[in-house]
Each structure stands twice: as C-alpha cells, then as structure tokens.
C-alpha cells in the first residue's frame, strides 16, 4: 500500500477508535471514582449501611459514557482538522466533561432523587479531565512524531513570495504540528523564482507549474497567495491544479493587508475598513512590558549568586573585561547598548575579517560553530546560552523583551531586505520563537519568518509556551554556538 493511502487508512481507523478509547477511559475514571468513594474512602468516610456494589453503578455509567460521547461529537472533538493546538483539545475536553457531568447530575435529581452518591460524579469529572487530557498529549505527542518522521505530513507547493506567500511559509515554520512541509515555491517575478526564502526554493515562475507539477508528483497541495488583482490569473491556476488532480486553496488576500491588521467599524451601518496598528495593541505592550518588569526583577536577584560565579569564572580563564558590550538594534531601529557575559578574547572583533571566509550562516548573520575567538568559559557560556543572562539588564530598562526577536547588529540591518524590517516592529528579546525553534541551526529568512509570526500572533498564551520551550531547548544546546 502507498505511504499516502496507508496514512489516510490510519487516519480513518483512528477516527472510529477514538471514541471507543474515550468510552474506555469513561468507564476507567468511574471505576476509579467508584474505588476512591467506597474502597479507599478518600475525604468522606462511608457508613457500612451506605455501602453499594459497584453493579449498581454500571447503568449510570454507561449514560454517562453515552452522554460524553455525544457532547464531544456535537463540539467537533471527532472532526480531522489539520493543525488542532492541544489547548484547544484540553479546551473540548474540558467543556465537555463539565456538560456531561451537570447532565448526568441533573437526569440523576430528576429521575431518583435518593440516588446513592452524587460525590462520585465529583470524582469521575475530576477523573475524567486527567484521562482524556492525558490521552490527548499523548495523541498530540505521537502526532508530532509522526511528523517529524515524515508520515502522514502534507507536501505543499505555494505559489507566490510576496508577503501573503511570505505569512503563509512563516506560519508553516512556527507550526509543525500543522503536518504541512514546504516543496517550494513560484512566482510571477522571475528574479524572485531563482532565489531562496530560508531553506524554500523557489522553482520557477508560474508559468512552469504544469511542469513542476508533473515532476514532482508527491506534491499534495498548491497553496495560491497571488494578489487578487490578478484573479484571472488564480483562476487559470486553480484550472491547472484541479487538472493536475492537486488540491488548491487560495489565501484571501484583502489588499494585500494581513488580517491581524484589518479593523472594521460601522458608520451608521456603513461597513469601513482600515488598517491598524501593525505590532501590539496598547494594553498588550502595557501587560507585556509588567511581565517584562517583574521578571526582570526577580532574575536579577535569584540569579545574582550565579552571575558571581560567573564573573569569576571568566575573569580566572582570560583576561578582559566580565561583560561585553555591543550595540544593537531594538524597536523602531533605535539603538542601545545590550549586554552579554564575555564569551570571546577581547581581540575578536578585530579578527572577524579574517574569519568571514568561514561563515556558516545565511543572510547578514555571522556565525562558527568551531570559533576560534571564543574562551573554554565562552564555549560553556554560549552552549547553556548563560552568557545572555545580563540582559535582563536591558529588559529592566526597556530597551529588550524576555521574548521576542533576536537584537540585531546594526550591520546586519543595513543588509535587510524591506520584508525583514518587519522584525524590528517589537522590542527584541532574550528567547523568542526563532531560538525554541532550532536557534542557529536555521537560516536567516527561517529566523525571520518566526520572528514575524511571533509579532502577528502575539498572545500571553504564546509568551508563556515560548518560556516552557526555552529551558528543554537551553538544556539540550541544540543550535546553540
């Protein structure tokens, strides 16, 4: 069997098991709950006259096992959607072990009031959140996997690198668990077909989609991020697809505005569309910059002991001074001295032309893995990524995030291309998306992406998964040189 009939079989046998593992662990947390209430007599002693065997229970159980079958299915729990967070599968599960519950408790009042215990429909709602939670990370986790491991992911050709092409390759970088991998892409302009979008290339112009098509026969899906001022050209495009037996979506492209930035008011009843703040809201900045504060604040002074160490650390392996200095380029290209424990001779900066030849990085970036320049401390310094800790610094002053864009040179933004400018929008920060992502093992337009579907997608929710990324990322030293 192919690979891509075998995943859709997969796909749809586990569509079927699924509710079947649901009602398995429905029945186990009312087990459990039924073993807590009566055997181990948690919280709440049982009077041996109470006491009821479990048989008893059986029918209850069931009911409720029907009933949260059919709440998850009416909240589309069951439904395939490609790219589902597991918030949102933790959210579904949640809101559906609570509707169940208060209809079981209700159809229970209702039809024998002198029921036995309702504490136990307490526990097995308590119960039932660790379970189904519990089996959906762990369904998310071998999701992932699977991903990773290139089954089940679909091959996506894009047509178009302007920015509505450009949001759709970052949002495809930030997201593996959306299961997409990028073939390539065309594009009406043919300097901009022969180049380079991080590791995406481009692959000829649109004129060349039948042939490319043909060739590369695992294409799974055409993504079309044209603007809509060439429809007519979409739809010959679209023909072409569907010829070519590919499925084709097409990215709305208002004016070539992203929607983030879309605002819609009402002028007695008059629809008008404008555009608004392209970064952070007000109250965002507001509530970003508090955390930025108190998080600052209390890294100071736990880590403080740690920065001695540090300290003495690098002033006993060479000489020189502790911190290094260097200016950078932070929000609204304003620049500011950022601060960084000293992983280098003091000499570096002047034996930088001689290394050039050397670089391994894309783009305007400079990096080795195997730097001469650096100290044996450095080399610690910069795999554990301890050396950015004076930073903290700069977040306590406003110049810097805790997360956000990395702080570029100001070299480095001379070699911008207009697209790249975007990342300066936001305060660069100490971790962001980039570095949880693969840090320096990705390249400059790939760093970019993510910085840019960081700014669009901002959210309390997105900092705090940054931050849980960070320390396996940190602790394993992956990409970090």
């Not at 060439?230 to 709305?252: E, F, G, N």
């Not at 840090?439 to 400059?444: G, I």
Request: with cysteine.
């Amino acid at each position: 069997m192919p690979a891509k009939a075998r995943t859709q079989a997969d796909r749809t046998a586990w569509c079927y098991l699924k509710p079947v593992v649901d009602l398995a662990l429905t029945c186990l947390a009312f087990l459990t709950a039924y073993i807590v209430r009566y055997r181990l007599q948690w919280f709440l002693e049982v009077e041996p006259r109470y006491y009821v065997p479990f048989r008893v229970y059986i029918p209850s159980m069931l009911a409720l096992g029907a009933i949260l079958l059919a709440t998850l299915w009416l909240e589309g729990a069951y439904r395939v959607e490609r790219g589902r967070g597991l918030f949102n599968e933790f959210y579904l599960v949640f809101r559906s072990a609570l509707i169940s519950i208060a209809i079981m408790i209700f159809i229970i009042f209702l039809a024998t009031p002198t029921y036995y215990s309702r504490l136990i429909f307490g526990y097995t709602g308590v119960l039932l959140l660790l379970f189904l939670g519990a089996s959906r990370a762990i369904e998310y986790a071998l999701r992932l996997y699977r991903y990773r491991q290139g089954q089940g992911v679909r091959h996506v050709l894009i047509v178009g690198a302007g920015e509505m092409g450009r949001s759709v390759m970052r949002t495809i970088v930030a997201r593996p668990n959306l299961g997409y991998r990028i073939v390539g892409f065309v594009d009406d302009d043919p300097e901009r077909a022969q180049k380079e979008i991080g590791k995406f290339q481009g692959l000829g112009t649109t004129d060349d989609l039948p042939a490319i098509l043909a060739e590369k026969w695992w294409i799974d899906e055409v993504i079309i991020a044209l603007p809509w001022t060439a429809y007519r050209k979409i739809l010959h495009l679209m023909h072409l697809c569907q010829k070519a037996h590919r499925q084709v979506r097409i990215v709305p492209d208002l004016f070539q505005i992203t929607l983030d930035r879309v605002v819609v008011e009402h002028l007695d009843g008059v629809p008008l569309i404008s555009v608004g703040e392209p970064a952070l809201r007000d109250w965002q900045r507001v509530l970003k910059r508090l955390v930025d504060i108190l998080g600052a604040t209390v890294g100071l002074i736990a880590l403080s002991p740690l920065f001695l160490a540090l300290a003495i650390a690098i002033k006993l392996d060479s000489p020189g001074p502790v911190i290094f200095k260097q200016t950078r380029v932070g929000r609204g290209r304003r620049e500011f001295t950022c601060y960084k424990f000293r992983s280098m001779y003091v000499d570096a900066e002047a034996r930088l032309a001689a290394l050039r030849e050397r670089n391994e990085a894309s783009g305007p970036l400079f990096k080795i893995k195997e730097d001469p320049r650096r100290t044996r401390v450095g080399q610690f310094l910069r795999r554990t990524s301890l050396d950015e800790l004076p930073q903290l610094w700069n977040v306590l002053k406003g110049e810097m995030s805790l997360i956000g864009p990395r702080p570029a040179i100001p070299s480095e933004v001379e070699a911008y291309e207009p697209w790249h400018l975007r990342r300066l929008e936001v305060a660069p920060g100490i971790t962001g998306l980039w570095q949880v992502s693969g840090r320096s093992d990705l390249t400059f337009d790939e760093m970019v992406l993510l910085d840019v579907y960081y700014i669009e997608n901002w959210s309390p929710l997105l900092d705090l998964v940054i931050l849980l990324r960070t320390i396996p990322t940190v602790l394993s030293g992956k990409g970090a040189y």
